[in-house]
């Protein structure tokens, strides 16, 4: 597919910025939760349809092909104006009240280990999971609630000309806890480790076929790859560093081998303080980590000085700031964190995603303040 010569700088933008070289501007893009969508569009008189990376010119986008262990029609519990609740292909019964931002899982329908040990996955290579419309829970049931998604080739196809695209994956704990819900993962932890690491393994076998399987069905068209992950929470890890480097860790190396063999740079997602094991993720040969929440205690200008330029950055603008702050504090956040952009290796974004509390005024604001002073070579106030 031909690339139009805007989406080829941006490329070149991303990648030099993930290889720790100055491009020609630090690159810029965010997710947006559906509520500042909405305001967004209202506030700036926009269309219904209105597409907020184009509208905005941004660096890079991210996609989703369907990871659930069943590829089937979601199963409707109940429904009404306000909510529906749902039976997905994870087997985990989801409630989505149509006015709050993200779904409540009610319960899993594998709850024990012996679950786990029998629940048979359906092929990571079946076509249907990226050439085919279908419901799709990670796409389906977050933020917004859609049912049969569109095929994600063709979400692929119809980006990739003007951005570059990313697809992605989770690793085994994403996968494990959309499964048996995180106080199971917590309790077979401390319970029956050996055991569940042998699940584990196997749902990470699972993860690495998604990722080659996804990276087969796009045909050369991906530009990177995602891997979604959270293992921490505002203070630090979920569980032990340990636990996880003996079983979570290799899955995640494997994720960035698959990846990296196909050319593709690797984003790591990960919410909460995962701190403790950076240096893992350097070890793995994630390229950049996001998205580096400043209310857990993250900060990009200080993780920088630490890890050098061993690790890209992805995220850190504190959205509550953003939100409530003054534009004179905004302003010196902004420039302060613009630092940690010095020799590349930071793309700027949210420390999570665009919330409904921030205007499309200060949303301008920010962004406007880094295409002026992230240019290279960078000359930032003091």
């Known amino acids: 597919m031909t690339r139009t010569e805007n989406c080829l700088k941006k490329l070149d933008r991303m990648n030099k910025t993930l290889r720790h070289e100055e491009a020609d501007r630090v690159p810029v893009s965010d997710f947006f939760w559906g509520g500042f969508l909405r305001r967004w569009k209202e506030e700036l008189g926009l269309p219904a349809d209105a597409d907020i990376y184009r509208y905005y010119d941004l660096d890079w986008q991210v996609t989703l092909p369907n990871m659930d262990p069943h590829i089937r029609p979601f199963e409707t519990l109940s429904e009404s104006a306000e909510e529906v609740t749902v039976r997905t292909g994870f087997g985990a019964v989801l409630r989505k009240k149509f006015d709050q931002a993200m779904p409540a899982f009610v319960r899993f329908d594998t709850d024990t280990l012996d679950k786990l040990e029998a629940l048979e996955f359906d092929p990571p290579s079946d076509p249907r999971r990226y050439f085919s419309a279908g419901d799709n829970q990670i796409a389906g049931v977050g933020d917004g609630f859609e049912r049969n998604s569109p095929p994600w080739i063709e979400t692929v196809k119809k980006i990739h000309p003007d951005f570059p695209v990313y697809g992605s994956v989770c690793e085994a704990h994403e996968m494990l806890w959309r499964i048996v819900g995180s106080e199971n993962v917590m309790y077979w932890i401390g319970e029956e480790p050996e055991r569940l ?41 979920l569980f032990s560093p340990v636990y996880w480097r003996r079983w979570f860790k290799p899955v995640v190396k494997r994720l960035v081998d698959v990846s ?11 919410c909460g303080n995962a701190r ?6 350097i070890e793995c040969g994630i390229d950049a980590y996001n998205p580096l929440e400043a209310k ?63 205007s499309a005024e200060r949303y301008e604001f920010v962004l406007n303040l880094v295409r002026e002073y992230g240019r290279y070579p960078l000359q930032l106030p003091a």
């Open 197 to 237: 690491g042998a699940q584990i393994q196997r749902i990470g076998d699972f993860c690495v076929g998604l990722a080659q399987a996804q990276i087969e069905a796009a045909g050369g068209l991906l530009d990177g790859m995602v891997v979604w992950g959270d293992v921490a929470y505002r203070k630090c890890m």
């Open 276 to 281: 403790k094991i950076f240096e893992d993720f």
């Open 260 to 270: 990296h063999a196909a050319g593709l740079p690797v984003i790591y997602h990960g």
């Open 296 to 358: 857990a205690g993250l900060d990009v200008a200080d993780l920088r000085k630490a890890l050098g330029h061993r690790l890209a950055f992805c995220g850190n603008m504190d959205v509550l700031l953003w939100a409530e702050g003054s534009l004179d504090r905004i302003r010196a956040e902004v420039l302060r964190k613009l630092e940690a952009a010095r020799g590349g290796g930071f793309i700027f974004q949210s420390d999570h995603s665009v919330p409904s509390n921030i």
